[in-house]
């Protein structure tokens, strides 16, 4: 079956300006997991969501970050006034009961 | 707090060597142990987990894993490498959040 698909998949955008990534988890799974992975680093979470709502958002860097999932499957980050620092790949991830995790391929996202 | 320390950056293996990754963990509970794959451009790939029960996992691709309470360790073994091996490994831990390690890059040499 599909897995866990990510758009685009690499964003340029300009310093200020706004973003939006997209998830499309795989069909079924409840929980959606959004994170964040910086050049020569491991993926950091940002985000959980139980259906509609975030069940932890602890992650989230400050409050230019927000992410939504209104009807329990797709996802969608978005990240206002972006800045150089949060060029990154961001990995979003879905799971069902098992506690196991399906990651996406990412969104490279590069601030100028 | 729970964390994952991955204390090899980097390690250079000969195709046919066994490989031996290392992965501490700091978690408050029982924990969900991960091992992922990266290679360049793609997504992370499962290797194996570990959730209860024998403390010696199989998982894919040849990988094995073993769970040490005492240590807190969860090292990643394969006894023969191959060059398709080459690749960022990472350990993670958790439940719901995931925390990972900050990875292993694996160089593979002929």
């Known amino acids: 079956g599909a897995g866990v698909s990510q758009t685009p998949s690499n964003k340029v955008t300009e310093k200020g300006k706004y973003v939006e990534l997209r998830c499309d988890p795989i069909s079924g799974h409840t929980a959606l997991y959004w994170y964040r992975q910086s050049l020569g680093q491991g993926p950091e979470f940002l985000i959980y969501?139980?259906?509609?709502?975030?069940?932890?958002d602890s992650g989230l860097p400050n409050d230019r970050f927000f992410a939504v999932r209104p009807e329990g499957s797709v996802s969608t980050l978005k990240i206002q006034r972006t800045e150089r620092g949060d060029s990154a790949v961001y990995l979003c991830a879905s799971s069902h009961a098992s506690n196991e995790q399906f990651f996406g391929p990412g969104t490279r996202l590069t601030v100028l | 707090a729970q964390s994952v320390t991955q204390p090899d950056i980097h390690i250079t293996v000969s195709e046919g060597a066994s490989l031996e990754l290392r992965c501490n963990y700091s978690y408050g509970a029982t924990p969900y142990l991960f091992w992922y794959v990266q290679s360049p451009g793609q997504g992370l790939q499962l290797l194996l987990k570990?959730?209860?029960?024998?403390?010696l996992v199989q998982g894919i691709k040849g990988f094995e894993a073993e769970f040490k309470r005492s240590q807190s360790s969860f090292n990643l073994r394969k006894p023969s490498v191959h060059w398709s091996d080459a690749a960022e490994y990472f350990c993670?831990?958790?439940?719901?959040?995931?925390?990972f390690g900050t990875g292993t890059s694996l160089t593979v040499i002929p």
């Open positions: 969501f139980q259906g509609t709502g975030a069940a932890d």
């Open positions: 993670a831990v958790g439940g719901n959040q995931f925390y």
């Open positions: 570990y959730f209860s029960g024998d403390t």
